[in-house]
């Protein structure tokens, strides 16, 4: 009975367009996870719903990128050692005895992401390239993309291309998604100082954290173009990330603190977290809920259903008594 019912629920969750038992479970769904430049302080845990600063997450020093990886696992670059290291997703330990990926010219390991092929591609600040790494085993896969100066942020655009930020020249560069080589140069800009971490936005926009002139950028995606050069204002943007709530979460490198903002007009809504000393530079959020609550929906939902299928069934074999 109780097979046929683990049955009877995946079947239903397919229907619905949930996987009940398959996926990632997340530390602190809807959490913000900031990594910070300085110090030992690794990346530190907010709980976006109270602002409160649950503490370190995870223990890497002079951490950059921080990112979700497919198999749910937090993965972090670090300035020194450098190397990307790999933390557990519900307890913050580190993964392994050593880093998840180092060495082959990575040298200040700083922005991090996971392309659509699932590989791992890492900003090497002082190798003026992009490397790309096995993301299920973290082994040496290739220099991937070069022609950028100390490379920061990178992310992948909504076009599957690659698109980097060359802090010594302050511009977003864009990168053949498939074979790494150089398209052009997507956005350069008096009003772009040291660009930091940046995101593509619900609206389908890319947003810059402009760090030399305290400011995030709205850009075009399709043409690059300002639409906005100042959609959010504040000392030393660095990190930034949309949360599922529709918020844009921006880190002050120099106030030591996290807001939240308007995703649509930029507006200021409230402090999120304060005191991060050790200097907040890049962020993310945990973006899936933890399985067991999707579980339980599946559940709670085949319940329902069921009951209303044997209620269906007693009206058509007893008539309206039942």
Do not use: H
Not at 89 to 110: D, I, K, P
Not at 167 to 193: C, H, Q, V
Request: hydrophobic share 40%.
């Amino acid at each position: 009975m109780l097979q046929r019912t683990a049955r009877s629920v995946c079947a239903l969750a397919a229907l619905m367009g949930f996987s009940a038992f398959a996926g990632p479970a997340f530390a602190g769904y809807g959490d913000l996870f900031v990594s910070q430049r300085n110090g030992g302080s690794g990346v530190v845990r907010v709980e976006v719903s109270t602002g409160t600063v649950l503490g370190t997450f995870a223990g890497s020093n002079a951490s950059q990128g921080v990112q979700f990886g497919p198999n749910g696992n937090l993965f972090v670059a670090s300035f020194g050692p450098d190397a990307v290291f790999q933390y557990d997703r519900g307890s913050g330990a580190q993964v392994g005895s050593g880093a998840f990926s180092s060495g082959s010219a990575l040298g200040g390991a700083s922005g991090i992401t996971f392309g659509p092929d699932g590989g791992l591609y890492t900003a090497s600040f002082f190798g003026n390239s992009i490397l790309k790494f096995n993301g299920t085993t973290g082994a040496f896969d290739r220099v991937f993309a070069t022609g950028v100066s100390s490379p920061y942020g990178i992310t992948f655009g909504p076009d599957g291309n690659l698109y980097v930020g060359d802090t010594d020249n302050d511009r977003i560069e864009r990168y053949n998604g498939t074979t790494g080589a150089k398209i052009d140069t997507f956005f350069s800009s008096p009003m772009l100082d040291y660009p930091g971490q940046f995101a593509f936005g619900p609206d389908g926009n890319l947003y810059i954290a402009s760090f030399g002139t305290d400011r995030v950028i709205q850009v075009d995606a399709m043409s690059g173009a300002v639409l906005n050069a100042s959609f959010v204002s504040l000392a030393g943007a660095t990190g930034l990330a949309f949360g599922s709530d529709g918020s844009l979460y921006v880190g002050s490198f120099t106030n030591g603190t996290v807001g939240r903002y308007n995703a649509v007009t930029g507006a200021f809504v409230g402090l999120v977290a304060s005191g991060l000393t050790d200097g907040p530079t890049f962020m993310t959020l945990a973006p899936v809920p933890e399985p067991a609550s999707i579980v339980l929906t599946v559940l709670g939902s085949a319940t329902l259903l069921i009951a209303s299928r044997r209620r269906s069934l007693a009206r058509r074999f007893f008539g309206s008594r039942a």
